[in-house]
């Protein structure tokens, strides 16, 4: 059995991927909605850190940089405006 979490016990990781694999798919969604989210606010906490000056608009446009890569980001939201160029 390969070991997804080297920090944990064999036996507790086996306990945990069985408790997944038993958990019905309703709640599995909802876990993989609430990392989304987690992700999502990690990456713009990073962001207001990086760009303390932007308005919310540009930091939502630079997340879906991160969210969507930079080329699918220009073609859904458009450019980033002049003076918000990748840093």
């Known amino acids: 059995m390969s070991v997804l979490f080297p920090d944990t016990r064999p036996e507790a990781e086996a ?3 069985d408790l ?4 019905p798919p309703w ?3 909802h876990m993989v ?3 989304n989210r ?5 990456a713009l906490s990073g962001l207001r850190a990086r ?3 932007a308005s919310p608009e540009e930091l939502r446009r630079r997340l879906a940089d991160i969210l969507l890569g ?6 859904a939201y458009g450019p980033l405006e002049r ?4 840093a």
């Open 15 to 17: 306990v945990l991927l």
């Open 20 to 23: 997944l694999r038993q958990a």
């Open 27 to 29: 709640r599995k969604l």
């Open 33 to 35: 909605a609430e990392l």
């Open 38 to 42: 987690a992700v999502r606010t990690l």
């Open 51 to 53: 760009y303390p000056e």
């Open 70 to 75: 930079p080329e699918l980001a220009e073609k």
């Open 83 to 86: 003076g918000q160029a990748h």
